[in-house]
T-cell receptor, first 115, second 108 residues
Framework: GAVVSQHPSWVICKSGTSVKIECRSLDFQATTMFWYRQFPKQSLMLMATSNEGSKATYEQGVEKDKFLINHASLTLSTLTVTSAHPEDSSFYIC???????????FGPGTRLLVL | AQRVTQPEKLLSVFKGAPVELKCNYSYSGSPELFWYVQYSRQRLQLLLRHISRESIKGFTADLNKGETSFHLKKPFAQEEDSAMYYCALSDNFNKFYFGSGTKLNVKP
């Protein structure tokens, strides 16, 4: 149980375009979803926390207009990288927790390459 | 500020040797501590959490509040233990903070 999927697993886009990444909890209701960014050989950096039906809470230094997060249902959260630039190239990972739970279940990640 | 420190980027041991991956934290409240593992080409997965006080795959970790540590230990390392290990702290607001990770390499 507790499987989280991400789509797409990798994406290449041109600079200036927008990219949407989906995060789904497949067998549980995810009241909270987290979005992380991971640079090569570095740790995960929390970008934002989203609760179903409410606005995401962004970490300091993360532009909310750049990284749009929508958590419209208990099984789906999306991260849209708007007007992507090469420096946005990274590995984006989502995770989810269930109601009243602390353990986070991670998606497999999405590798974004902006040309 | 909440911080998790994993001082070792790489730890190499021989098969059968004991292994200890260090994790220190700083947090003013009552955190929950976790160890996550990432095997090659796989997603992060939970290894263990301190409140469970369990042993998973032979690994144990004890929360030492006096030393603010949560070191991960295994008495006899196996080759299949080779992976990236991340120590994580969950604060009172359910936010997670990850350490920089330690790559464990178990040599035959």
């Amino acid at each position: 149980g507790a499987v989280v999927s991400q789509h797409p697993s990798w994406v290449i886009c041109k600079s200036g375009t927008s990219v949407k990444i989906e995060c789904r909890s497949l067998d549980f209701q995810a009241t909270t979803m987290f979005w992380y960014r991971q640079f090569p050989k570095q740790s995960l950096m929390l970008m934002a926390t989203s609760n179903e039906g409410s606005k995401a809470t962004y970490e300091q230094g993360v532009e909310k207009d750049k990284f749009l997060i929508n958590h419209a249902s208990l099984t789906l959260s999306t991260l849209t990288v708007t007007s992507a630039h090469p420096e946005d190239s990274s590995f984006y990972i989502c995770s989810a927790t269930g109601q009243g739970k602390k353990t986070q279940y991670f998606g497999p990640g999405t590798r974004l390459l902006v040309l | 500020a909440q911080r998790v420190t994993q001082p070792e980027k790489l730890l190499s041991v021989f098969k059968g040797a004991p292994v200890e991956l260090k994790c220190n934290y700083s947090y003013s409240g009552s955190p929950e501590l976790f160890w996550y593992v990432q095997y090659s080409r796989q997603r992060l997965q939970l290894l263990l959490r301190h409140i469970s006080r369990e042993s998973i795959k032979g690994f144990t970790a004890d929360l030492n509040k006096g030393e603010t540590s949560f070191h991960l230990k295994k008495p006899f390392a196996q080759e299949e233990d080779s992976a990236m290990y991340y120590c994580a702290l969950s604060d009172n607001f359910n936010k997670f903070y990850f350490g920089s990770g330690t790559k464990l390499n178990v040599k035959p």
